[in-house]
Nanobody
Framework: QVQLVESGGGMVQTGGSLRLSCAAS????????MIWFRQAPGKEREFVAA????????YYADSVKGRFSISRDDAKNTVYLQMNSLKPEDTAVYYC??????????????????WGQGTQVTVSS
């Protein structure tokens, strides 16, 4: 099992950019698909993006496709979420999670039992 710590959130104006990081503990990071989720105030947690365990595939929610990019650096045990052209509706707490030998597809947040503290992203209009 990996432990995850998200960082990089902040407040930006519409159209701005942020890069989120998720640092993982453990020596088996490279064997985990990494997934980003987000939860806006008053809404359920939702899938944002995933990268397969071998980094060969990526999958995005329609709402972020073309604006967000997920990547991983296995040497640093870190997954990134580059967010460009941010919109007020991207405002949320962003969380990462991991799936052993997982692929890149739309994951359900209800399938994960453990979560980090998340990182807050606020986009002002």
């Amino acid at each position: 099992q990996v432990q995850l710590v998200e960082s990089g959130g902040g407040m930006v104006q519409t159209g701005g950019s942020l890069r989120l990081s998720c640092a993982a503990s453990g020596r088996t990071f490279s064997m985990f698909a990494m997934i980003w989720f987000r939860q806006a105030p008053g809404k359920e947690r939702e899938f944002v993006a995933a990268i397969s365990w071998n980094g060969g595939s990526r999958y995005y929610a329609d709402s972020v496709k073309g604006r967000f990019s997920i990547s991983r650096d296995d040497a640093k045990n870190t997954v990134y979420l580059q967010m460009n052209s941010l919109k007020p509706e991207d405002t949320a707490v962003y969380y990462c999670n991991a799936q052993f030998l997982g692929g890149a597809y739309q994951y359900e947040p209800g399938n994960f039992d453990s979560w980090g503290q998340g990182t807050q992203v606020t986009v002002s209009s």
